[in-house]
């Protein structure tokens, strides 16, 4: 696992949350100063992955971060207050929407548990049984002895 809880596969593998970019590319590549990247990281807006020698490593995750915090800044006019708790939301929005997928998962195997007990039931029953069906009341009388064991 890595720190930020997804799991890794092959260390080696590079993704989106690989932390592979020092301060002074990351920003060359997200279009702001290093000081600023520091700012960001001081409030929680954009938290890189950190070396054993507490260097900061941006992930290419973190590179969209910074210019999505730049844009909204910039273009939208939203002081970082505002920024981080916009960040929040929509950490927040993606856990959730991956706990309903998880759950949706856990209802799907719960359903297809319960069907494949609902046919273990069913294939149970006695077949020399008969359903009791309703039958239309008559005035006819039907007597019924039973047959003496001398008989």
Sequence with gaps: MDSRGGQRRNPYELTDESPVYVISVAAQLSGLHPQTLRQYDRLGLVSPDRTAGRGRRYSARDIELLRTVQQLSQQEGINLAG??????LENQVAALQQRVVELQGALEGAASAMQQREAAVHASYRRD?????????????VVWRPKRPSE
């Design 83 to 88: 920024i981080k708790r916009i960040i929040e």
């Design 129 to 141: 049984l008969v359903p009791y069906q309703d039958v239309q009341q008559t005035s006819a009388l």
